[in-house]
């Protein structure tokens, strides 16, 4: 590892930590700016510190192991190893704290969830996943709430759009978007063939106004009616909303509130979280145009997981990892071990890049 490389990331924390100290008092914009780059790079400065200090160590007992002291000579060979181990570790600690981060994992997420192939079955599954990711935000200790909801006669969900908040939540589910497929056997079947079926799963960072603009003029804005199931009405008034962004053709809408004003709050919000992902998009192919990008990329025709039910098996397709534990993951006390392995292959891939 280039020492000068190092040294430069601690210059370039001591400048931080100098332009801090002498901000205006009021300029609070610029202080929590220089304040987030400051603590997201302390604990590599800190890596840093210990690296060089042990590399200095190391160089120290080169001395030692001149030694006509045959005592002395052993100690310094078992300390010179010790030293190595910990240099090595401290350096591979260091590679990943290089990787660069993804600016949106900070970032609330929305999650669209629609049965794909296979009716009432798929709708069946995607309320299976919706119930997942709820079940794991719940052990995460994060907030859901739907957005909107499209529900069919059979407890199934032909298409549902949920927020979801709290800490880190677009980078620990951005993994998620693809093609989910099912392999059950269906309560209706009476000769007990397995039935394959899909859902679709697009995980978005959530945008605020300050990442996209959006100009009420590029803005049309439809008024409806809300309906439920078989087209029951929800309620009585004309609260349902539809924004179209004329600009992109991109479209959101949202039902589930009886107000107006929060329906419509709702689907901007969804409408700027897609316009952001486009152009996050745009962005992860120009930066890796070497390699399909894995995160974000939103392939819904992509396969990335099979559950299977009679054997209790989920597959996840892109670490070609499998677990035995249907039920725990569906639970979300599972996800956790399938998301961390992405995640780690992921690292592997940005590293090697």
């Known amino acids: 590892m280039e020492k000068k490389k190092l040294e430069n990331i601690l210059e370039k924390f001591k400048n931080l930590e100098k332009q801090i100290n002498s901000l205006d008092k009021d300029d609070y914009k610029q202080f929590a700016k220089l304040s987030k780059e400051y603590s997201d790079l302390k604990p590599l400065v800190e890596k840093i510190n210990s690296f060089l200090k042990l590399f200095c160590e190391l160089n120290d007992l080169d001395e030692l192991l001149e030694s006509d002291d045959s005592d002395m000579k052993v100690e310094a060979e078992k300390e010179k190893e010790e030293l190595t181990l910990k240099i090595n570790e401290l350096e591979n600690e260091i590679k990943f704290l290089l990787i660069p981060k993804d600016e949106s994992d900070e970032k609330n997420a929305i999650i669209e969830i629609r049965a794909g192939t296979g009716g009432e079955e798929a709708a069946l599954f995607a309320s299976d996943l919706f119930r997942m990711y709820v079940k794991f935000s719940e052990i995460k200790k994060w907030k859901t709430e739907i957005v909107e909801i499209s529900q069919t006669d059979h407890d199934g969900i032909k298409e549902v759009v949920v927020k979801i908040s709290g800490d880190e939540?677009?980078?620990?589910?951005?993994?998620?978007?693809?093609?989910?497929?099912?392999?059950?056997?269906?309560?209706?079947?009476?000769?007990?063939?397995?039935?394959?079926?899909?859902?679709?799963?697009?995980?978005?960072?959530?945008?605020?106004?300050?990442?996209?603009?959006?100009?009420?003029?590029?803005?049309?804005?439809?008024?409806?009616?809300?309906?439920?199931?078989?087209?029951?009405?929800?309620?009585?008034?004309?609260?349902?909303?539809?924004?179209?962004?004329?600009?992109?053709?991109?479209?959101?809408?949202?039902?589930?509130?009886?107000?107006?004003?929060?329906?419509?709050?709702?689907?901007?919000?969804?409408?700027?979280?897609?316009?952001?992902?486009?152009?996050?998009?745009?962005?992860?192919?120009?930066?890796?145009?070497?390699?399909?990008?894995?995160?974000?990329?939103?392939?819904?025709?992509?396969?990335?997981?099979?559950?299977?039910?009679?054997?209790?098996?989920?597959?996840?397709?892109?670490?070609?990892?499998?677990?035995?534990?249907?039920?725990?993951?569906?639970?979300?006390?599972?996800?956790?071990?399938?998301?961390n392995g992405l995640v780690a292959d992921d690292n592997v891939k940005k590293l090697a890049e």
């Open 169 to 339: 939540v677009f980078g620990t589910l951005k993994f998620e978007s693809g093609t989910h497929r099912v392999q059950r056997v269906p309560e209706t079947e009476s000769g007990g063939r397995i039935h394959t079926s899909a859902a679709t799963v697009a995980v978005l960072p959530e945008a605020t106004d300050v990442d996209v603009e959006i100009l009420e003029k590029d803005l049309r804005i439809d008024i409806f009616r809300s309906s439920g199931p078989g087209g029951q009405s929800v309620n009585t008034t004309d609260s349902a909303v539809r924004i179209t962004h004329m600009p992109t053709g991109i479209v959101a809408q949202c039902q589930d509130e009886k107000s107006q004003h929060k329906n419509k709050a709702k689907a901007l919000m969804v409408l700027r979280s897609r316009i952001f992902e486009i152009e996050r998009q745009k962005k992860d192919e120009e930066r890796a145009m070497n390699r399909k990008s894995q995160v974000g990329s939103g392939d819904r025709s992509e396969r990335i997981r099979t559950y299977n039910f009679p054997q209790g098996r989920v597959t996840d397709h892109r670490i070609s990892l499998t677990l035995y534990k249907l039920d725990q993951i569906l639970n979300g006390e599972g996800l956790e071990e399938i998301i």
